[in-house]
């Protein structure tokens, strides 16, 4: 993918959905801890291909039963989702939309997750909720409009918006059946 100059690191996703008693879909989305390469910043459960993991699937789903405690048996695979390349750090990240059977409450059970974050697709619909800023990075030739989605006190952006912003209207329009 791209033209990176570099060996890209493979990693993969789950991109959770469900819906409540209240009927509402919602989006897992977890806060990364401050520490490590996406500190601070609002993610997808899911990380590095481990030399054990026997494909990208298999990734995304030991990720997300470490990061977020769902186990493989509350997972349903709807889709594998395009790749999606980090512009500064070096990841090619498989996405794999999934419908999932939460918690009543969640845990976080890694280190690496300050917070777990369930979000509407509705309100990742609304106008409001996409921005735009200039944002500058030392690898780069000076600021570059990004995009961004708001989640409250929290903007997703990067790969994670990448991933969500082409996916939302397939969710709202229930494409799914998530």
């Not at 298999?58 to 405690?69: F, L, S």
Request: charged fraction near 25%; glycine fraction near 6%.
């Amino acid at each position: 993918m791209g033209n990176s100059p570099y060996r890209l690191i493979e990693a993969a996703v789950l991109v959770p959905v469900f819906r409540r008693e209240d009927g509402v879909l919602r989006i897992v989305l977890v806060l990364r801890s401050e520490h490590g390469v996406h500190g601070g910043q609002l993610g997808f459960p899911g990380g590095k291909r481990e030399p054990t993991d026997h494909s990208l699937l298999d990734t995304a789903i030991r990720e997300a039963a470490e990061e977020i405690a769902i186990s493989r048996d509350r997972v349903e695979i709807l889709q594998a989702l395009p790749m999606v390349e980090t512009l500064t750090t070096g990841y090619v990240i498989s996405p794999f939309l999934a419908r999932i059977n939460p918690p009543r409450a969640w845990l976080n059970l890694s280190e690496e997750i300050a917070e777990v974050i369930e979000v509407s697709v509705q309100d990742l619909c609304r106008p409001e909720a996409h921005v735009e800023d200039m944002v500058d990075f030392p690898t780069w030739q000076g600021p570059r409009p990004i995009p961004f989605l708001k989640v409250a006190p929290h903007r997703v952006w990067g790969a994670t918006y990448r991933i969500l912003h082409p996916l939302l209207p397939r969710l709202a329009a229930n494409e799914f059946r998530a």
